[in-house]
């Protein structure tokens, strides 16, 4: 692997005209700007391009996966538990990507997308937050990796140019998961495939998640992080006091009473392999996470199949698990490449 290393791929384009960018000549890293022919330039800044603000409802991810930018990832936490769950997501194994384009929507730090490129996948990412910062930090080593900052609804790519859309942990914090789906579904291939989850009715928050949610989602990002990280490092002692009173007679009842009202996630006895440091930033993260996204819908597997239908897609494979509902389904072969934008 090599440093500085974004080539700029076949399928980006501009969204005004749908024409290739250039970057006049020299890697990514090295540009200010890409153009097409038609004159539009798309700012790079800090090796990356931009094609959309940093400022909009995902804000508070882009300041989450900055902070927590190597959390998550197996190469940092020694395990498998996102392999585990990504592979599942594909059906078992991750040798279908190999040699394969993938177009990554809601990147994140890179948990998955470097499991895709280890896979041997050529991974087109994106993320309409500024954890694409985070995501090229961990990724950019890799030969067959691109990443830029773009809406799931315009990402700037040849329509229907992809073997793998993937969009794991994003579609329910998107302002509608049908048109997501849909715009998702224009990326894909005639015969290729979407890969995606969603959150279920079977979601759970108590009454203090619920309710400080409503007013954090409320306050600029820059401000909820350090209140709602302070509350979850405060509240992190007092959880993982309460293991040791699992096995006293009589004193579990309070260790479950404060899983049911505490708005602290406590993964503590979720994920064993991580150790005691790992599990408590762990829970620190997505108690951020649950309390601060702006969008949190809910939708049953009934619900997912039908949008998929929908959006022409067949042999749908829809479950629940994992988040809540997993689902694979294909592009019919018969479908016009390239068409439509």
Known sequence: MSERNMHVPDELRCLDHAQPLTTGGGQIEDASVLTCASGCRVPVVNGIPRFVDSTNYASAFGLQWKKFKKTQLDSYTGTTISKDRLTRCFGGSLEVVRGKSVLEVG???????????DAGANVFACDLSRAVEANYENCHQWPDYFVCQANALRVP???RSFDFVLCIGVIQHTPSPEETIAALAGYIKPGGTLVIDHYSPYYVQNFLQRNLRRILIRLPAPLAKPLTLGLARALLPLHRLSLKWVPKRGLWRLRAALLKHSPF??????FPELGDQLMGEWSVLDTHDALTDYYKHLRTREQIEACLRSCGLVELEVSYGGNGVEARAKMPASAVAGSGL
């Open 107 to 117: 990147c994140g730090a890179g948990r998955f997308t470097e499991l895709l490129l």
């Open 157 to 159: 790519v040849l329509p």
């Open 265 to 270: 996630l406590d993964y503590l006895e979720l």
